[in-house]
């Protein structure tokens, strides 16, 4: 059994009009639309899958079916918990606190995706404060990073509303949109966890 079993699976968290909860296969056509519609909006933060040499490129995403497949394993796992974003009913975005580890660690990451329709107005710094207490609170994770790109003020301003601090940069950190590209690490510890 996991340590992500003392939250349950599947994890489905609400505050005033938010709710974070699995993506289901209901969703895939209100899912399907939000990315749609934000294609571009989204394609600059985007992680790709880079050429490895002897391995076959993959450039088919998987279909809505396996995702919310993996997500829920992942989930019950306890190695990634991957929420959807619903504002006043609407799905808006996405939410993931992946590669969770226990042990000596005890840490994990947080990454996001919102609705253009929907930006600037504090949604994601919210659901960012639901899933990071989540992960201290319930997890009783020490640490939490959010990577961002340096060009990306926005999400910047997303994580130092969140209480995260500027660790350092990571060059050539993750692959995204076609290239490796640079990020700054932002990190909050929990101080309940010694």
Request: hydrophobic content about 40%; some cysteine.
């Amino acid at each position: 059994m996991s340590e992500l079993s003392r939250g349950r699976w599947p994890v489905i968290l609400t505050s005033g009009d938010i709710t974070l909860q699995p993506l289901r296969l209901r969703d895939r056509k209100q899912w399907n639309l939000v990315r749609n519609i934000n294609r571009e909006w989204l394609a600059p933060w985007e992680a790709t899958l880079p050429n490895v040499p002897g391995e076959d490129s993959f450039t088919d995403l998987p279909t809505f079916f396996h995702m919310v497949s993996a997500h829920n394993r992942e989930g019950r796992a306890g190695r990634s918990i991957s929420l959807t974003i619903w504002f006043q009913d609407r799905l808006v975005g996405q939410i993931t606190m992946g590669g969770i580890i226990f042990g000596a660690l005890r840490g994990a990451h947080i990454g996001y995706w919102i609705d253009n329709r929907y930006a600037n107005q504090g949604i994601t710094t919210k659901v960012v404060e639901m899933l990071t207490r989540y992960g201290f609170d319930v997890l009783f994770l020490h640490r939490i990073e959010i990577n961002l790109r340096p060009e990306n003020s926005a999400s910047r301003r997303v994580a130092e509303k969140s209480g995260y601090h500027l660790e350092g940069e990571r060059p050539r950190f993750l692959h995204i949109d076609g290239q490796w590209r640079d990020h700054l690490c932002f990190v909050r510890e929990n101080p309940e966890v010694s």
